[in-house]
């Protein structure tokens, strides 16, 4: 690998389209093509110096560089964590290239309309258009195209109610003191393994500032897509939401179909002060690999957000049918009095897809509240675990937790597990704990069929029943979009 | 099977059976073995006999259940005045032409409440013949009436399909589909199974209720106790995947006095070689 040093700092190339990768799964994953566009990257391998030129191409000020070489020299002194209930081979953190950009033309693009033609048309096949013609109204987008952010839709709207919504990279540069505050508050570099390679290289994601009073006018957005290959991803999103204030903010991802596995590892961090209220969703559709398990994206994400302001609430509501192997658990750490944490999770499992997902709740402030709803599908040979932890700290007076955690098996190859792990030290606390396994059966579809309905809309029926809960969390036309992601991806596993 | 179509003139056949076969799928298991039926407009007839005669597997083939494959034989539905090959149908299109079937064990089906399922049915149904259909305040408004022309709780409506149902709420909630379906052919698969006598004569009165000159039921029984609250004009005892012996509701009586061994001892010594279809009436 670590030619690095003397080469150039970027090698120019074109990836190629590549007509196999199209016809792999068929009709199964519809956003499994790759965007022909030329790139800037850096070559393979992880180093010092990769890190500095990272820093160096971003413009970022030193105290990100140190956080980032801090961070990488953690790493190295750790190993990957084997604890989750996945099986997967072994990540070549040296043959994996750790940027990629589409190049930029001149000064690049001053505004949305003048990106490049080939990546608004990605965008458009997405269903994220992005131009000021054609834009989603009542959503402000953010677009990240591998490394970097390629523009986000309504800021106008936004400043008018000094709402920051930008690229994690331009905050650097144009608030580095809320970012100086905020970044790694809440996941520190050494938190694990993955958070602090994260640490070490991520490259773009969102930052959203909320200031104090202002209900975001928005729903605020983040469209996630990796195109290139060998090529880790690693965003990074901060979301700070001031006293009083309320935003709710969703992120989708997708990737293209290729045979070789692909890392994404991604750092969240949310901080509600007093009498705040975040609501973060996603849907997370990245590609999964084939029927036999081969490719996909490695999902290995941070996740946590942090109640620090009393009556503040932190809501989590996921979506996730993609990616090989998924291996996440959005958290909320609820220090301030009175504050809430809630987690709301459908997971789909098909193929051989594995997920090892839940959530923590740590209740350290008095009367704080948590409620943990998780419903797991699993199909075909997949592994669909839930892990969550409830932790109530001895200080955490008055605290309540109630967990749901249920899973669905279609077809007698799958497995579901649960893993809970609670911890009370606080006799005044209040934990609940519901767990069900059940099936969808030839019976439940004959019976609906029986009554005039057919097998697709008996299953959306189905399923529907079996994540009502957390659908009903989800802003409407993202829930209308992710039942059918849900529909789509268990045509055939039912029978 | 003469003797069911001649009673009556000028009157729609609604479902016509001719030597139907008919075996568990992927198996060797013949448990239908040349059925003859013919049901007319406004009939109601009662198919009786003992465990295993094949009664439940005939109500499942009639709604198309994939467990069961036919051999030979046809079975005709009358749809707008025409005869169509009902086996050819897909059970979501036999129900959307009027098939309805009662079931036994019905099946549970969680987190969906009985409005949305029904509601989902009944604008399938409505597709299905070009009618408008109805949104969610238009249909509970619907379901209310129905409940209180069956003098059903209007519980029913928000609780999940059939979930925590006690037995006796199960077999009601069956006649409650019946009621929003408003099917042409009602099949009632052992629905008096396991009924109490309250529970019983809620769920007969139903069917009581439902029944018009332009409908047909068909009421697959082990007892003659249902028989005594819809009476059947019709009674038919199955034995072995064949009717064996047809008549009006005296035969029910006869079977509750007698039992099934007489009526198939009967059966066995008159026809030491039996020739299919050749026996009925």
Request: with cysteine; hydrophobic share 35%; charged share 25%.
């Amino acid at each position: 690998m670590p030619e690095t040093k003397d080469k150039p700092i970027i090698s120019s190339k074109k990836t190629q389209l590549t007509s196999n990768d199209m016809q792999l799964t068929g009709r199964e994953y519809k956003y499994g093509f790759v965007t022909d566009v030329e790139v800037e990257e850096f070559p393979k391998g992880l180093d010092e110096g990769i890190i500095r030129r990272l820093s160096a191409i971003k413009g970022e000020p030193e105290f990100v560089l140190e956080f980032r070489l801090k961070a990488f020299r953690h790493w190295q002194t750790m190993t990957e964590p084997k604890w989750a209930h996945v099986a997967y081979n072994a990540i070549g953190y040296q043959n994996l290239r750790y940027y990629s950009a589409p190049k930029k033309r001149g000064d690049g693009p001053k505004s949305l309309d003048e990106v490049d033609k080939e990546i608004l048309d990605t965008f458009n096949r997405l269903g994220i258009p992005l131009t000021e013609q054609k834009r989603l109204t009542g959503v402000a987008v953010d677009a990240v195209f591998d490394s970097v952010s390629v523009g986000t839709t309504h800021q106008d709207v936004l400043k008018e109610h000094g709402v920051m919504f930008c690229s994690i990279s331009e905050a650097i540069r144009e608030h580095p003191e809320l970012v100086k505050k905020y970044m790694g508050s809440v996941v520190p570099y050494k938190d694990n393994y993955f958070a602090a390679l994260n640490s070490a290289v991520f490259t773009d994601g969102s930052f959203v500032y909320i200031p104090k009073g202002v209900r975001c006018p928005l729903e605020l957005s983040t469209y996630f897509r990796i195109n290139a290959a060998e090529t880790g991803q690693f965003e990074r999103t901060l979301i700070i939401a001031d006293e009083g204030s309320h935003v709710s903010y969703l992120e989708g991802c997708t990737a293209p179909m290729r045979d070789e596995n692909q890392l994404h590892a991604a750092v969240v961090e949310l901080v509600a002060l007093d009498n705040a209220e975040i609501k973060y969703s996603t849907v997370q559709n990245w590609y999964a690999g084939d029927k036999e398990g081969k490719g996909g994206i490695y999902n290995f994400v941070t996740k946590r957000g942090i109640c620090t302001g009393h009556h503040s609430k932190i809501s989590w509501t996921q979506v996730e049918t993609g990616s090989a192997i998924t291996w996440k658990y959005p958290s909320v750490i609820l220090k301030g009095d009175y504050s809430t944490g809630e987690f709301y999770s459908v997971a789909l499992t098909n193929n051989k897809m594995q997920a090892d997902t839940g959530t923590k709740m740590i209740h350290i402030g008095r009367h704080t509240r948590s409620r943990i709803v998780s419903k797991g599908i699993s199909a075909d040979q997949s592994i669909n675990s839930y892990r969550g932890q409830v932790k109530i700290m001895p200080s955490a007076e008055g605290a309540r937790n109630h967990s749901q955690c249920d899973s669905l098996l279609v077809g007698n190859q799958c497995s579901a597990n649960t893993f809970p792990y609670i911890e009370v030290k606080n006799k005044t606390a209040t934990v609940e704990h519901e767990a069900t396994t059940s099936k969808i059966s030839s019976e439940q579809i004959f019976y609906l069929k029986s009554r005039g309905i057919n097998e697709e809309g008996a299953i959306s029926l189905l399923l529907n029943g079996f994540c009502k809960e957390v659908f009903k969390e989800l802003p409407l036309e993202f829930s209308v979009e992710a039942v059918r992601l849900l529909e789509m991806k268990l045509e055939g596993s039912v029978g | 099977m003469q003797n069911q179509t001649t009673q009556k003139s000028n009157v729609e056949t609604i479902l016509t059976v001719k030597g139907l076969m008919a075996k568990v799928a992927d198996s060797d298991k013949q448990i239908i073995r040349g059925l003859d039926l013919t049901v007319n407009a406004g009939e109601v007839h009662a198919i009786m006999g003992p465990n295993g005669s094949g009664k439940s597997t005939f109500s499942k083939i009639l709604a198309g259940h994939p467990d069961y494959e036919v051999t030979d034989g046809t079975v005709e539905l009358e749809v707008n005045f025409r005869q169509k090959n009902l086996l050819e149908m897909l059970p979501e299109d036999r129900a959307r032409n009027g098939v309805f079937l009662a079931y036994q064990y019905p099946v549970e089906i969680p987190g969906v409440s009985n409005a949305e399922f029904l509601r989902a049915a009944f604008n399938e149904i409505c597709k299905h013949q070009g009618a408008d259909e109805m949104d969610p305040l238009e249909f509970d408004d619907f379901l209310k009436l129905k409940l209180k022309f069956l003098g059903m709780s209007e519980a029913f409506i928000t609780r999940a399909v059939n979930v925590d149902f006690s037995g006796g709420e199960k077999k009601r909630n069956e006649i409650l589909q019946m009621a929003v379906l408003s099917p042409r052919l009602a099949i009632l698969d052992e629905t008096d199974s396991g009924l109490d006598v309250d529970s019983l004569r809620v769920v007969s009165d139903g069917v009581n209720k439902l029944r018009t000159k332009n409908n047909a039921v068909l009421l697959i029984t082990h007892y003659q106790r249902i028989l005594n609250h819809i009476i059947p004009d019709r009674v038919h005892v199955l034995y072995k995947g064949q009717i064996i012996k047809s008549g009006d509701k005296s035969l029910a009586i006869q079977i509750e006095e007698h039992g099934y061994d007489a009526l198939i001892k009967e059966y066995q010594t008159s026809n030491a070689t039996p020739a299919s279809g050749s026996l009925h009436g």
